[in-house]
Protein backbone atom coordinates (compact mmCIF):
# COMPACT_ATOMS: atom_id res chain seq x y z
CA UNK A 1 0.00 0.00 0.00
CA UNK A 2 1.63 3.55 -1.21
CA UNK A 3 -0.55 6.02 -1.50
CA UNK A 4 -1.86 7.81 1.52
CA UNK A 5 -5.57 6.19 2.65
CA UNK A 6 -8.11 6.99 4.99
CA UNK A 7 -9.23 3.57 6.11
CA UNK A 8 -12.71 3.38 7.84
CA UNK A 9 -12.38 0.33 10.17
CA UNK A 10 -15.80 -0.90 11.70
CA UNK A 11 -15.64 -3.03 15.21
CA UNK A 12 -12.02 -1.77 15.77
CA UNK A 13 -12.39 -1.77 19.47
CA UNK A 14 -13.42 -5.15 19.18
CA UNK A 15 -11.51 -8.97 19.45
CA UNK A 16 -10.19 -9.00 16.05
CA UNK A 17 -10.76 -5.36 15.00
CA UNK A 18 -8.56 -4.24 17.72
CA UNK A 19 -5.83 -6.40 16.18
CA UNK A 20 -6.43 -5.31 12.72
CA UNK A 21 -6.28 -1.22 13.59
CA UNK A 22 -2.94 -2.34 16.09
CA UNK A 23 -1.53 -3.72 12.67
CA UNK A 24 -2.46 -1.07 10.37
CA UNK A 25 -1.86 2.22 12.35
CA UNK A 26 1.42 0.40 12.80
CA UNK A 27 2.19 -0.29 9.49
CA UNK A 28 0.87 2.37 7.68
CA UNK A 29 2.09 5.91 9.41
CA UNK A 30 1.04 7.80 5.75
CA UNK A 31 -2.69 6.66 6.22
CA UNK A 32 -5.56 7.73 8.90
CA UNK A 33 -7.17 4.88 10.29
CA UNK A 34 -10.66 5.39 11.68
CA UNK A 35 -11.76 2.85 13.86
CA UNK A 36 -15.50 3.62 14.37
CA UNK A 37 -17.52 1.21 16.82
CA UNK A 38 -20.73 1.32 19.06
CA UNK A 39 -18.97 0.18 21.92
CA UNK A 40 -21.57 -2.28 22.52
CA UNK A 41 -20.71 -4.67 25.37
CA UNK A 42 -18.06 -6.39 23.37
CA UNK A 43 -16.21 -3.33 22.71
CA UNK A 44 -13.35 -2.08 24.45
CA UNK A 45 -10.97 0.84 24.22
CA UNK A 46 -8.73 -1.13 26.93
CA UNK A 47 -7.56 -3.09 23.69
CA UNK A 48 -6.09 -0.36 22.04
CA UNK A 49 -4.29 1.60 24.70
CA UNK A 50 -0.74 1.21 22.98
CA UNK A 51 -1.90 2.74 19.76
CA UNK A 52 -5.12 5.54 20.83
CA UNK A 53 -2.34 8.43 20.98
CA UNK A 54 -0.97 7.76 17.52
CA UNK A 55 -1.04 10.58 15.17
CA UNK A 56 -2.45 8.58 12.52
CA UNK A 57 -5.48 7.00 14.07
CA UNK A 58 -9.11 8.17 15.43
CA UNK A 59 -11.84 6.81 17.21
CA UNK A 60 -15.28 7.47 16.31
CA UNK A 61 -18.05 6.36 18.37
CA UNK A 62 -20.60 5.40 16.40
CA UNK A 63 -23.26 2.56 14.87
CA UNK A 64 -23.26 1.49 11.44
CA UNK A 65 -27.19 1.01 11.96
CA UNK A 66 -27.26 4.77 12.21
CA UNK A 67 -27.41 6.29 8.74
CA UNK A 68 -26.67 9.72 9.80
CA UNK A 69 -23.30 8.90 11.97
CA UNK A 70 -22.24 6.71 8.61
CA UNK A 71 -22.65 9.66 6.56
CA UNK A 72 -20.97 12.08 8.98
CA UNK A 73 -18.04 9.78 9.58
CA UNK A 74 -17.61 9.10 5.79
CA UNK A 75 -17.61 12.98 4.82
CA UNK A 76 -16.02 14.01 7.67
CA UNK A 77 -12.64 11.56 6.93
CA UNK A 78 -13.07 11.69 3.39
CA UNK A 79 -13.31 7.66 3.98
CA UNK A 80 -11.21 5.64 1.19
CA UNK A 81 -11.18 2.67 2.12
CA UNK A 82 -13.55 0.54 4.47
CA UNK A 83 -12.55 -2.69 6.24
CA UNK A 84 -16.04 -3.87 7.80
CA UNK A 85 -15.65 -5.81 11.14
CA UNK A 86 -18.40 -4.58 13.29
CA UNK A 87 -21.02 -7.29 14.10
CA UNK A 88 -23.04 -8.88 16.86
CA UNK A 89 -20.44 -12.13 16.33
CA UNK A 90 -21.68 -14.86 19.24
CA UNK A 91 -23.85 -17.56 18.21
CA UNK A 92 -25.44 -18.37 21.38
CA UNK A 93 -26.71 -14.89 21.55
CA UNK A 94 -28.01 -15.17 18.19
CA UNK A 95 -29.90 -17.88 19.71
CA UNK A 96 -31.80 -15.98 22.27
CA UNK A 97 -31.44 -12.57 20.53
CA UNK A 98 -31.86 -13.27 16.15
CA UNK A 99 -33.45 -9.84 15.80
CA UNK A 100 -30.43 -7.90 16.71
CA UNK A 101 -28.35 -9.89 14.58
CA UNK A 102 -30.25 -8.87 11.41
CA UNK A 103 -30.03 -5.17 12.45
CA UNK A 104 -26.24 -5.03 13.05
CA UNK A 105 -25.65 -7.64 10.58
CA UNK A 106 -27.72 -7.41 7.65
CA UNK A 107 -29.37 -3.68 7.94
CA UNK A 108 -25.85 -2.37 9.35
CA UNK A 109 -23.84 -3.70 6.31
CA UNK A 110 -26.49 -2.74 3.99
CA UNK A 111 -26.24 0.74 5.35
CA UNK A 112 -22.19 1.16 5.19
CA UNK A 113 -22.57 -0.30 1.55
CA UNK A 114 -24.86 2.53 0.74
CA UNK A 115 -22.85 5.27 1.69
CA UNK A 116 -19.98 3.70 0.29
CA UNK A 117 -21.89 3.93 -3.36
CA UNK A 118 -23.13 7.49 -2.33
CA UNK A 119 -19.30 8.45 -1.35
CA UNK A 120 -17.56 7.17 -4.30
CA UNK A 121 -20.00 7.17 -7.52
CA UNK A 122 -18.22 7.53 -10.15
CA UNK A 123 -14.87 6.79 -9.06
CA UNK A 124 -14.84 3.36 -7.49
CA UNK A 125 -11.88 2.15 -9.05
CA UNK A 126 -9.91 4.07 -5.98
CA UNK A 127 -11.57 2.67 -3.51
CA UNK A 128 -12.59 -0.71 -1.95
CA UNK A 129 -14.89 -2.22 0.43
CA UNK A 130 -13.45 -5.09 1.96
CA UNK A 131 -15.94 -7.19 4.19
CA UNK A 132 -14.64 -9.00 6.69
CA UNK A 133 -16.65 -12.68 7.13
CA UNK A 134 -16.85 -16.23 8.93
CA UNK A 135 -16.55 -19.63 7.40
CA UNK A 136 -19.67 -20.29 9.63
CA UNK A 137 -22.08 -19.34 6.44
CA UNK A 138 -21.11 -22.68 4.68
CA UNK A 139 -22.95 -24.57 6.94
CA UNK A 140 -21.63 -27.61 8.89
CA UNK A 141 -19.44 -30.35 7.76
CA UNK A 142 -19.20 -34.46 8.40
CA UNK A 143 -15.90 -36.26 9.28
CA UNK A 144 -14.59 -35.38 5.77
CA UNK A 145 -14.01 -32.33 3.94
CA UNK A 146 -13.28 -28.90 3.97
CA UNK A 147 -15.05 -25.45 3.03
CA UNK A 148 -13.86 -23.85 -0.35
CA UNK A 149 -14.61 -20.68 -1.79
CA UNK A 150 -16.78 -22.68 -3.37
CA UNK A 151 -18.76 -24.66 -1.32
CA UNK A 152 -22.17 -23.39 -1.44
CA UNK A 153 -23.76 -20.90 1.43
CA UNK A 154 -25.74 -22.87 4.10
CA UNK A 155 -25.74 -21.21 7.38
CA UNK A 156 -27.86 -23.00 10.38
CA UNK A 157 -27.92 -20.37 12.57
CA UNK A 158 -29.59 -17.08 12.94
CA UNK A 159 -25.74 -15.74 13.84
CA UNK A 160 -24.57 -17.48 10.00
CA UNK A 161 -28.05 -16.74 8.12
CA UNK A 162 -27.41 -12.62 9.13
CA UNK A 163 -23.32 -12.99 7.92
CA UNK A 164 -24.55 -14.76 4.57
CA UNK A 165 -27.00 -12.18 4.09
CA UNK A 166 -24.38 -9.73 4.36
CA UNK A 167 -21.85 -11.46 2.16
CA UNK A 168 -24.81 -11.58 -0.40
CA UNK A 169 -25.69 -8.04 -0.55
CA UNK A 170 -21.43 -7.12 -0.48
CA UNK A 171 -21.59 -9.58 -3.74
CA UNK A 172 -25.02 -7.56 -4.82
CA UNK A 173 -23.60 -4.45 -5.00
CA UNK A 174 -20.71 -5.33 -6.71
CA UNK A 175 -22.83 -6.65 -9.39
CA UNK A 176 -25.50 -3.73 -9.13
CA UNK A 177 -23.43 -0.44 -8.82
CA UNK A 178 -19.88 -1.57 -9.68
CA UNK A 179 -18.80 -0.95 -6.01
CA UNK A 180 -15.27 -2.97 -5.82
CA UNK A 181 -15.47 -5.25 -2.75
CA UNK A 182 -13.77 -8.29 -1.28
CA UNK A 183 -14.92 -10.78 1.10
CA UNK A 184 -13.01 -13.23 3.24
CA UNK A 185 -14.44 -15.66 5.41
CA UNK A 186 -12.20 -17.10 8.13
CA UNK A 187 -12.42 -19.99 10.83
CA UNK A 188 -12.55 -19.63 14.54
CA UNK A 189 -9.90 -16.87 16.10
CA UNK A 190 -8.21 -17.26 19.62
CA UNK A 191 -5.47 -15.04 21.24
CA UNK A 192 -6.05 -11.67 23.69
CA UNK A 193 -8.48 -9.54 23.99
CA UNK A 194 -11.08 -11.92 23.08
CA UNK A 195 -14.68 -12.04 24.94
CA UNK A 196 -14.87 -14.48 27.42
CA UNK A 197 -18.54 -15.69 26.17
CA UNK A 198 -16.21 -17.49 23.76
CA UNK A 199 -15.00 -21.13 24.34
CA UNK A 200 -11.34 -20.62 24.98
CA UNK A 201 -11.38 -17.13 27.32
CA UNK A 202 -14.43 -18.73 28.64
CA UNK A 203 -12.44 -22.00 30.15
CA UNK A 204 -9.57 -19.46 31.41
CA UNK A 205 -11.69 -17.11 33.72
CA UNK A 206 -13.75 -20.37 35.30
CA UNK A 207 -10.63 -22.38 35.48
CA UNK A 208 -8.39 -19.46 37.49
CA UNK A 209 -12.03 -18.85 39.56
CA UNK A 210 -12.91 -22.46 40.11
CA UNK A 211 -16.26 -22.53 38.02
CA UNK A 212 -17.65 -25.15 36.07
CA UNK A 213 -16.44 -25.43 32.47
CA UNK A 214 -19.42 -26.06 30.63
CA UNK A 215 -18.70 -28.47 27.10
CA UNK A 216 -22.04 -28.44 25.44
CA UNK A 217 -23.22 -31.83 23.99
CA UNK A 218 -20.41 -34.20 24.45
CA UNK A 219 -17.67 -32.26 23.63
CA UNK A 220 -17.39 -33.72 20.14
CA UNK A 221 -17.73 -30.68 17.87
CA UNK A 222 -14.61 -29.73 15.63
CA UNK A 223 -13.21 -26.05 15.00
CA UNK A 224 -10.26 -24.42 13.24
CA UNK A 225 -8.35 -22.16 15.35
CA UNK A 226 -6.34 -19.42 13.88
CA UNK A 227 -4.39 -17.14 16.19
CA UNK A 228 -5.85 -13.63 15.53
CA UNK A 229 -2.77 -12.08 15.13
CA UNK A 230 -2.61 -14.19 11.76
CA UNK A 231 -6.16 -13.63 10.40
CA UNK A 232 -5.16 -9.40 11.14
CA UNK A 233 -1.90 -10.40 8.64
CA UNK A 234 -4.34 -12.31 6.45
CA UNK A 235 -6.82 -8.94 6.30
CA UNK A 236 -3.92 -7.10 5.37
CA UNK A 237 -2.36 -8.96 2.54
CA UNK A 238 -6.05 -9.08 1.42
CA UNK A 239 -6.73 -5.65 1.61
CA UNK A 240 -3.67 -5.16 -0.13
CA UNK A 241 -3.44 -8.02 -2.84
CA UNK A 242 -6.82 -9.29 -3.10
CA UNK A 243 -8.51 -9.42 -6.77
CA UNK A 244 -11.80 -7.16 -5.97
CA UNK A 245 -14.65 -9.23 -6.62
CA UNK A 246 -13.15 -12.21 -4.74
CA UNK A 247 -13.16 -14.50 -2.06
CA UNK A 248 -10.58 -15.84 0.31
CA UNK A 249 -10.81 -18.21 2.90
CA UNK A 250 -8.80 -17.81 5.80
CA UNK A 251 -7.75 -21.03 8.05
CA UNK A 252 -5.29 -22.34 10.29
CA UNK A 253 -5.45 -26.10 9.12
CA UNK A 254 -5.54 -26.26 13.09
CA UNK A 255 -8.75 -28.68 14.05
CA UNK A 256 -9.28 -29.56 17.31
CA UNK A 257 -12.55 -31.63 18.73
CA UNK A 258 -14.04 -28.90 21.85
CA UNK A 259 -13.02 -31.79 24.80
CA UNK A 260 -9.63 -31.92 23.20
CA UNK A 261 -8.97 -28.28 23.54
CA UNK A 262 -11.19 -28.43 26.49
CA UNK A 263 -8.24 -30.44 28.14
CA UNK A 264 -5.55 -28.98 26.74
CA UNK A 265 -6.42 -25.42 27.95
CA UNK A 266 -7.06 -27.55 31.29
CA UNK A 267 -3.90 -29.17 31.90
CA UNK A 268 -1.86 -25.95 30.55
CA UNK A 269 -3.77 -23.43 32.88
CA UNK A 270 -3.18 -25.83 35.97
CA UNK A 271 0.85 -25.97 35.27
CA UNK A 272 1.00 -21.99 34.31
CA UNK A 273 -1.03 -21.47 38.18
CA UNK A 274 1.03 -24.59 39.88
CA UNK A 275 -1.91 -26.22 40.90
CA UNK A 276 -2.14 -30.20 40.84
CA UNK A 277 -2.60 -31.73 37.38
CA UNK A 278 -5.72 -32.84 36.83
CA UNK A 279 -7.74 -30.17 39.02
CA UNK A 280 -8.96 -28.20 36.16
CA UNK A 281 -10.08 -31.27 34.57
CA UNK A 282 -12.65 -31.94 37.36
CA UNK A 283 -14.50 -28.70 36.31
CA UNK A 284 -15.45 -29.95 33.20
CA UNK A 285 -19.34 -30.18 33.27
CA UNK A 286 -21.29 -31.57 29.95
CA UNK A 287 -24.21 -29.38 29.61
CA UNK A 288 -26.92 -28.69 27.77
CA UNK A 289 -25.86 -28.79 24.20
CA UNK A 290 -26.12 -25.33 22.19
CA UNK A 291 -29.61 -25.40 19.57
CA UNK A 292 -29.04 -26.31 15.99
CA UNK A 293 -24.82 -26.06 17.14
CA UNK A 294 -23.12 -27.01 13.65
CA UNK A 295 -21.01 -30.36 13.85
CA UNK A 296 -17.65 -29.53 11.99
CA UNK A 297 -15.85 -26.34 10.19
CA UNK A 298 -12.49 -27.04 8.77
CA UNK A 299 -11.02 -24.37 6.00
CA UNK A 300 -9.10 -24.88 2.73
CA UNK A 301 -7.23 -22.08 2.46
CA UNK A 302 -5.37 -23.04 0.03
CA UNK A 303 -6.29 -20.12 -2.88
CA UNK A 304 -4.82 -17.52 -0.31
CA UNK A 305 -1.44 -19.28 0.37
CA UNK A 306 -1.50 -19.75 -3.29
CA UNK A 307 -2.67 -16.56 -5.03
CA UNK A 308 -1.14 -13.90 -1.91
CA UNK A 309 0.98 -16.07 -0.55
CA UNK A 310 -0.23 -16.05 3.08
CA UNK A 311 -0.21 -18.68 5.83
CA UNK A 312 -0.10 -18.95 9.35
CA UNK A 313 3.04 -18.43 11.30
CA UNK A 314 2.37 -19.75 14.17
CA UNK A 315 2.33 -22.87 15.94
CA UNK A 316 -0.45 -23.85 17.90
CA UNK A 317 0.77 -24.67 21.16
CA UNK A 318 2.86 -21.71 20.99
CA UNK A 319 -0.33 -19.71 20.31
CA UNK A 320 -2.69 -21.34 23.25
CA UNK A 321 1.00 -20.92 25.62
CA UNK A 322 0.63 -17.22 24.69
CA UNK A 323 -2.78 -16.59 24.86
CA UNK A 324 -3.22 -18.43 28.55
CA UNK A 325 -0.24 -16.42 29.39
CA UNK A 326 -2.25 -13.12 28.16
CA UNK A 327 -5.54 -13.60 30.21
CA UNK A 328 -3.84 -14.42 33.46
CA UNK A 329 -1.34 -11.83 33.24
CA UNK A 330 -4.32 -9.30 32.41
CA UNK A 331 -6.48 -9.74 35.32
CA UNK A 332 -7.59 -5.90 35.12
CA UNK A 333 -8.91 -5.90 31.72
CA UNK A 334 -10.98 -9.46 32.41
CA UNK A 335 -12.05 -8.33 35.56
CA UNK A 336 -13.51 -5.67 33.99
CA UNK A 337 -15.48 -7.47 31.15
CA UNK A 338 -16.34 -10.13 33.15
CA UNK A 339 -18.47 -7.57 35.93
CA UNK A 340 -21.61 -6.48 35.75
CA UNK A 341 -23.72 -7.11 32.33
CA UNK A 342 -21.69 -10.23 32.20
CA UNK A 343 -22.66 -11.87 35.39
CA UNK A 344 -26.31 -11.22 34.13
CA UNK A 345 -25.46 -13.23 30.74
CA UNK A 346 -23.50 -16.53 32.30
CA UNK A 347 -26.42 -17.01 34.96
CA UNK A 348 -29.31 -16.88 32.03
CA UNK A 349 -27.01 -18.93 29.47
CA UNK A 350 -25.90 -21.71 31.36
CA UNK A 351 -29.24 -22.31 33.41
CA UNK A 352 -29.88 -25.67 33.23
P1 LIG B 1 -16.49 -8.95 18.65
O1 LIG B 1 -17.87 -9.30 19.09
O2 LIG B 1 -15.36 -9.18 19.57
O3 LIG B 1 -16.45 -7.39 18.27
C1 LIG B 1 -17.45 -6.77 17.51
C2 LIG B 1 -17.20 -5.26 17.57
O4 LIG B 1 -18.23 -4.63 16.76
C3 LIG B 1 -17.31 -4.66 18.96
O5 LIG B 1 -16.26 -3.74 19.18
C4 LIG B 1 -18.64 -3.93 18.96
O6 LIG B 1 -18.69 -2.81 19.81
C5 LIG B 1 -18.76 -3.53 17.49
N1 LIG B 1 -20.16 -3.34 17.08
C6 LIG B 1 -21.20 -4.19 17.28
N2 LIG B 1 -22.33 -3.65 16.80
C7 LIG B 1 -21.98 -2.45 16.25
C8 LIG B 1 -22.69 -1.42 15.59
N3 LIG B 1 -24.02 -1.50 15.40
N4 LIG B 1 -22.03 -0.34 15.13
C9 LIG B 1 -20.69 -0.24 15.33
N5 LIG B 1 -19.96 -1.16 15.98
C10 LIG B 1 -20.60 -2.25 16.43
O7 LIG B 1 -16.30 -9.66 17.27
P2 LIG B 1 -15.00 -10.41 16.66
O8 LIG B 1 -14.96 -11.78 17.18
O9 LIG B 1 -13.83 -9.52 16.78
O10 LIG B 1 -15.45 -10.51 15.13
C11 LIG B 1 -15.20 -9.43 14.23
C12 LIG B 1 -15.73 -9.80 12.85
O11 LIG B 1 -15.07 -10.97 12.39
C13 LIG B 1 -17.22 -10.12 12.83
O12 LIG B 1 -17.75 -9.60 11.64
C14 LIG B 1 -17.27 -11.64 12.84
O13 LIG B 1 -18.44 -12.10 12.19
C15 LIG B 1 -16.02 -11.97 12.07
N6 LIG B 1 -15.39 -13.27 12.40
C16 LIG B 1 -15.12 -13.60 13.71
C17 LIG B 1 -14.46 -14.80 13.98
C18 LIG B 1 -14.10 -15.20 15.40
O14 LIG B 1 -13.65 -16.33 15.61
N7 LIG B 1 -14.28 -14.35 16.39
C19 LIG B 1 -14.11 -15.65 12.94
C20 LIG B 1 -14.42 -15.29 11.63
C21 LIG B 1 -15.05 -14.08 11.37
O1 LIG C 1 -16.02 -20.22 12.82
C1 LIG C 1 -15.93 -18.83 13.01
C2 LIG C 1 -16.83 -18.42 14.16
O2 LIG C 1 -16.21 -18.89 15.35
C3 LIG C 1 -17.06 -16.91 14.23
O3 LIG C 1 -17.75 -16.48 13.07
C4 LIG C 1 -17.88 -16.54 15.48
O4 LIG C 1 -18.00 -15.14 15.57
C5 LIG C 1 -17.15 -17.08 16.69
O5 LIG C 1 -17.93 -16.82 17.84
C6 LIG C 1 -16.88 -18.58 16.56
O6 LIG C 1 -18.13 -19.34 16.64
P1 LIG C 1 -18.26 -20.69 17.52
O7 LIG C 1 -19.67 -20.86 17.87
O8 LIG C 1 -17.54 -21.81 16.87
O9 LIG C 1 -17.36 -20.24 18.80
P2 LIG C 1 -17.58 -20.45 20.39
O10 LIG C 1 -16.32 -20.00 21.05
O11 LIG C 1 -18.86 -19.88 20.86
O12 LIG C 1 -17.68 -22.03 20.52
C7 LIG C 1 -16.65 -22.89 20.08
C8 LIG C 1 -17.14 -24.32 20.27
O13 LIG C 1 -17.23 -24.58 21.67
C9 LIG C 1 -18.53 -24.57 19.72
O14 LIG C 1 -18.60 -25.88 19.18
C10 LIG C 1 -19.45 -24.46 20.93
C11 LIG C 1 -18.56 -24.94 22.07
N1 LIG C 1 -18.82 -24.31 23.39
C12 LIG C 1 -18.86 -22.95 23.45
C13 LIG C 1 -19.10 -22.32 24.65
C14 LIG C 1 -19.16 -20.81 24.73
C15 LIG C 1 -18.98 -25.10 24.51
O15 LIG C 1 -18.91 -26.35 24.44
N2 LIG C 1 -19.19 -24.48 25.71
C16 LIG C 1 -19.29 -23.12 25.82
O16 LIG C 1 -19.52 -22.62 26.95
Known amino acids: MSNKKNILITGGAGFIGSHVVRLFVK ?58 LA ?25 LLNAAVERWK ?4 NHLFYHVSTDEVYGSLG ?43 CSNNYGPNQFPEKLIPLLIHNIKTGKELPVYGKGLNVRDWLYVVDHARAIEVVFNEGKPGETYNIGGHNEWKNIDIVELVCDLTDEKLKR ?26 SKIERELGWKPSLQFEKGIALTIDWYLKNEEWLNGVTSGDYRAYYDKQYAQ
Open 27 to 84: NYPDSHIINFDALTYAGNLENLRDVENSSNYTFVKGDITNTDEVARVFQKYEISDVIH
Open 87 to 111: AESHVDRSISDPSAFVNTNVNGTVN
Open 122 to 125: GRYA
Open 143 to 185: DTGLFTEETPYDPKSPYSASKASSDHFVRAYTNTYGLRTVISN
Open 276 to 301: DTGSARQLITFVKDRAGHDMRYAIDA
